[in-house]
């Protein structure tokens, strides 16, 4: 396996340590000009420091809650306790009497449109004749004072007639019997009944009788996932601020500058042009970002007062106030020969889309592409559907359908591996797709697919030392920080899995991203300035796009610009794309500079080589060494220009059959986990997760070490304690006190190993990070708690009362 290798071990303290072959490049000489432009400790391939870190850290870094306008009002919505009703009537006028109160609006004070939704435009700005689930909005006030604005919304008199919720798979497939989410002359001809998209897949022989014959070991199960919240720390925020030109500027949180813009501007009835947005401080998001929140509310009053309006989610409210991950039902059964070659699967998904559509058909899609994992399978059938329901709404979160997906494949494999007796590792290994084999929609893979590598080096790596009974530390016990466990009835297990995820935007979609690359020279210096739309969100963009621009312009100053919509569409930040899409976009801006530096050059002083490149502010000669410097090559001009970068297209998946060049790019992650279990209390502790990713080229080591670390631990949130508890529709736990999240005391050492095997198509070989293993690392939690235990646990999170029977 060629390639080269990074190892980090971490640990607790997050602390990292880089070895290993590869680690370090030497460079002698001048013999290769490409390899000195592209090292440097901040440029591409070091781990130079982020600059929003250390402000971070120290809690000084300004997040969109902490935006001031001195004399904004502040903004408030009044939602619905129900999660399916009538509404007979608004009453504003006694919150119109709240001293301090300036507006007082209902979806008739809506200038223009009145729906906006990310993909289908279902979703009302505010409830119109009815409200179809628990915290949907239906009024807006502005007020003095954001105490004045809540007060104000609670006497708002609504009138209800409360209908019985849609919220079971059974009910939503029978809308004769139990009644339509939206009512068919809601429809748009993307919806069919209650079912807001479908996607069938069959490749092979499908799963007929004859092929089921052929297998000597059939096993099957059905799988439950819950649904589980981004959880970012930083609630829903931002400042709309009315524009003389009688347009609007907004400062917002948010992943995608420009499709927000582009949801807002028709019911705001403004050009687009007249919708401005600047990326504000973003505390997280997961994906709880790509859906307008509270964007259009804060405009809406912001025009209607002629003020500025701030609006801050409580933490309660954030969770009425953004999607989550869809929680699914799966149905898998598998067929292997004796020797344990996968014969055939067939699979069902049906995930809960919630009251509107959000980005359901898209999750459909990864649901049914990614919905047999990363495995050579020749006869495979499924149908992966998303359903309209009045339970939350529900759309992109981190791993976008393949973390459903995953948990049913993964933990097939293992009950295959019991039924033949083989390791569950060499069972997968057996199986594992590679370069050139087919995905079942009929896609080559054309670039590396290191399956069985990957699960054979995570299975390599040391195990952490067993538990000594003998000298124990019971902060190391399962709950034993509680002090509720000393020992008695703790077992060990270990699991493993593998995943696949899609990277980039799919099925057709025109997924490009844009960057302006200005350069000049500042106090005797070349300076860059890199101008993007691309949301920072944590992912470290704004690092990776100055050592892009250090490695191609031979530059140590680089500025940030912060993102607005005064340059073209970034994208969101999402898919694990923008290393790859707004970083390819900067490295084409900067390589388009650097040429335009070059023709200077030429022009001006007859060079006729094409051996040039630019060093440490200089532009380097293979043959004749240092030319110029590039501060006296500019003087007083500056270069700037704008490119656009798009990958290879894609194509929509054949509805019927599944068939299509559907993704740019597969990544692939394998994890082993190592849990402690008290079975007598039903408790768990997870020991330690390794994660084995190949990441095509690591562009900042350290920031990638910290994705697959994140990615990880949101993964083990899942497989272990995160779920939105929905009852009849109403949310029951929307707080930090009943939703638990996993903190640094339940986070275990994450060792984590990098392989850097280059994609062909990608800008300098690299392959997304960031979600590949929250895809792997929950089923072989699962499994490692099902190895201690010897239980199915065929749901997740799994809970005390799965692991003691009492449930």
Not at 51 to 74: C, I, N, Q, R
Not at 84 to 107: F, M, N, Q, Y
Not at 423 to 428: A, G, K, M
């Amino acid at each position: 396996m060629s390639g080269r290798t990074i190892r980090h071990s971490t640990r607790r303290t997050g602390e990292a340590r880089a070895g290993g072959p590869g680690t370090t490049r030497t460079i002698r000489g001048q013999k290769n000009l490409q390899d000195i432009r592209q090292t440097g400790r901040d440029g591409v391939g070091g781990s130079p420091l982020r600059p929003d870190g250390t402000l971070k850290v120290k809690g000084e870094f300004a997040y969109s809650s902490d935006l001031w306008h001195e004399d904004m009002l502040w903004g408030s919505a009044l939602r619905s306790p129900h999660p399916r009703a009538d509404i007979l009537g608004v009453d504003v006028s006694e919150a119109l009497k709240v001293p301090g109160v300036h507006a007082v609006l209902t979806h008739q004070d809506i200038p223009g449109s009145k729906y906006y939704g990310l993909e289908i435009q279902d979703q009302p700005v505010l409830a119109i004749d009815k409200v179809r689930y628990h915290g949907e909005a239906i009024a807006l006030v502005a007020a003095d004072h954001p105490e004045t604005a809540r007060r104000a919304v609670k006497k708002i008199k609504v009138e209800y007639r409360v209908l019985t919720p849609i919220v079971t798979e059974e009910q939503c497939l029978d809308p004769e019997r139990y009644g339509y989410v939206h009512e068919p002359h809601e429809y748009r001809a993307h919806a069919r009944g209650n079912i807001v998209h479908s996607q069938k897949l069959v490749s092979g022989l499908g799963v007929s009788d004859e092929v089921r014959a052929t297998a000597d070991v059939i096993v099957s199960g059905d799988y439950e996932v819950g649904m589980q919240d981004q959880a970012f720390l930083g609630p829903e925020s931002g400042l709309a601020v009315p524009a003389e030109d009688g347009g609007i500027d907004l400062y917002i949180a948010t992943q995608w500058l420009h499709v927000d813009r582009k949801q807002m501007a028709p019911v705001l009835a403004l050009p687009e042009e007249k919708v401005r947005l600047t990326l504000a401080g973003v505390g997280g998001a997961f994906g709880g970002r790509e859906d307008l929140s509270m964007q259009i509310h804060a405009c809406l009053l912001a025009r209607h007062t002629g003020r500025p309006v701030k609006i801050v989610y409580s933490r309660d409210e954030s969770f009425f106030g953004h999607v989550h991950r869809h929680p699914a039902k799966l149905h898998y059964e598998h067929g292997a020969t004796r020797d344990g070659r996968l014969v055939f699967a067939d699979a069902r998904i049906v995930l809960d889309g919630g009251a509107y559509a959000s980005s359901s058909p898209a999750v459909v899609g990864n649901a049914a592409s990614l919905g047999f994992g990363p495995y050579v399978i020749p006869n495979v059938r499924m149908e992966a559907l998303a359903l309209y329901s009045n339970n939350p709404s529900c759309g992109a979160m981190r791993g976008f359908g393949a973390v459903q997906a995953a948990f049913g494949y993964e933990s097939q494999m293992d009950r295959l591996a019991d039924a033949l007796g083989m390791d569950p590792v060499e069972l997968r290994r057996l199986n594992a797709m590679a370069e050139g084999d087919h995905m079942p929609t009929g896609q080559r893979i054309d670039s590396p697919a290191p399956v069985a590598e990957l699960l054979r080096r995570v299975k390599d790596m040391p195990l952490p030392p067993p538990l000594d009974l003998d000298d124990l530390d019971i902060r190391q016990l399962p709950g034993a920080l509680s002090n509720t466990s000393h020992g008695e009835g703790i077992v060990r297990g270990v699991g493993y899995s593998v995943g696949i995820k899609n990277v980039g935007f799919s099925e057709g979609f025109d997924d490009y991203s844009t960057a302006r690359v200005r350069l000049e020279v500042i106090g005797g210096e070349p300076v860059a300035m890199v101008h993007t739309a691309m949301a920072e969100v944590g992912q470290g963009g704004v690092t990776v796009h100055a050592q892009i621009v250090r490695t191609e312009l031979g530059v140590e100053q680089v500025t940030i610009r912060p993102a607005d919509t005064e340059v073209g569409s970034a994208g969101s930040t999402s898919a694990s794309r923008q290393t790859y899409m707004t970083g390819g976009a900067v490295k084409l801006a900067a390589e388009a500079v650097r040429q335009a530096l070059f023709e200077e050059g030429r022009r001006r002083y007859g060079w006729t080589g094409s051996d040039l490149t630019l060093v440490n502010g200089k532009v380097v000669s293979e043959s004749q060494g240092v030319l110029v410097s590039v501060a006296d090559l500019l003087g007083n001009e500056a270069i700037d220009l704008t490119r656009e970068y798009r990958h290879r297209p894609t194509q929509p998946f054949d509805r019927e059959t599944g068939q299509g060049f559907g993704h740019v790019q597969y990544s692939f992650c394998a994890n082993r986990a190592v849990v402690d279990v008290d079975v007598e209390l039903g408790l768990v502790r997870v020991v330690e997760l390794t994660a084995v990713q190949d990441v095509g080229k690591a562009v900042n080591p350290l920031a990638v070490v910290g994705q697959i670390q994140g990615a990880c631990t949101q993964a083990l949130g899942l497989a272990v304690m995160e779920e939105i508890i929905v009852s009849d529709g109403k949310v029951r736990n929307a707080s930090f006190t009943d939703y638990l999240i996993p903190t640094i005391l339940d986070t275990p050492p994450i060792p984590v190993e990098i392989l850097e095997l280059p994609d062909p198509n990608a800008p300098y070989g690299l392959r997304g990070v960031g979600e590949a293993p929250t895809v792997s690392a929950t089923p072989s939690i699962v499994a490692a708690i099902r190895n201690a235990t010897g239980l199915a646990l065929n749901r997740i999170p799994v809970r005390p009362e799965h692991l003691t029977g009492t449930l």
